[in-house]
């Protein structure tokens, strides 16, 4: 489960590499949004999150390329959400941190009916 998570946040992160100075395309939206559900899948199978553990890693990963995600889209609501992860990741509240994932999803959904749809 770890390893599964870790190579989806691997993934996540290097798709976002290429998009440092520009917007995402409705393709990497629509990705983007993929790789987090199949996050939340697997944060749903694992109990204990350990501070320095491979999942932990992963995702501190994750949270840097939300943060490049802020960067580039500048969106508010998104970048609230991403705000609320990180603060729920630092304090290891796992509920907070369920929740604010669930957030960004939704936000990232939003983005995608605004620029896509």
Known sequence: MKKLIGIVATLF???FSSHASEKFSCED?????????SI????????????????DKALGDLLDALDLLTKVEKEF???QAVDRLFKAYNKMDRDKFDLALDSVVI??????RRDCK
């Open 29 to 37: 939206l629509t990705e983007l949004a993929n790789d987090l559900d």
């Open 13 to 15: 992160v290097l798709s």
């Open 107 to 112: 936000n990232l959904d939003r983005l995608y």
């Open 77 to 79: 609501k998104l970048d």
């Open 40 to 55: 939340i899948i697997a944060l749903d199978k694992v109990q204990t999150i350990t501070e320095g553990d491979e999942l």
